[in-house]
Nanobody, 119 residues
Framework: VQLQASGGGLVQAGGSLRLSCGAS????????MGWYRQAPGKQRELVGT???????NYADSVKGRFTISRDNAKNTMYLQMDSLKPEDTAVYYC??????????????WGQGTQVTVSS
């Protein structure tokens, strides 16, 4: 099983970006998925999560600005980021709890995608 994050880039403050995280491989189903981020010199922090049924939770710092969604048929999760601020600058990672076709559950991480917000 592999996760591939994409969609990062450079954007001005107030702008928007949409990240994607696609899962591939021997997948039976995907449970919770989430986005995390790590800014330079800081610990990795949770941005938000989404369950297989679409229930979401967000960090206070992004509530009202970021939206997580998923397409279960495509094994893909999205992070729509609006009203971006310079403090949102970080490497964004996706995470997923995946049940593979041998019915084992594993925790997987994407490789990270850089988001830079200029002031």
């Amino acid at each position: 099983v592999q996760l591939q994050a994409s969609g990062g880039g450079l954007v001005q403050a107030g702008g928007s970006l949409r990240l994607s995280c696609g899962a591939s491989g021997s997948i039976n189903s995907i449970r919770d998925m989430g986005w995390y981020r790590q800014a330079p010199g800081k610990q990795r922090e949770l941005v938000g999560t989404i369950t297989s049924s679409g229930n979401t939770n967000y960090a206070d710092s992004v509530k009202g600005r970021f939206t997580i969604s998923r397409d279960n048929a495509k094994n893909t999760m999205y992070l729509q980021m609006d009203s971006l601020k310079p403090e949102d600058t970080a490497v964004y990672y996706c995470n997923a709890a995946v049940i593979d076709r041998t019915w084992r559950i594993g925790d997987y991480w994407g490789q990270g995608t850089q988001v830079t917000v200029s002031s």
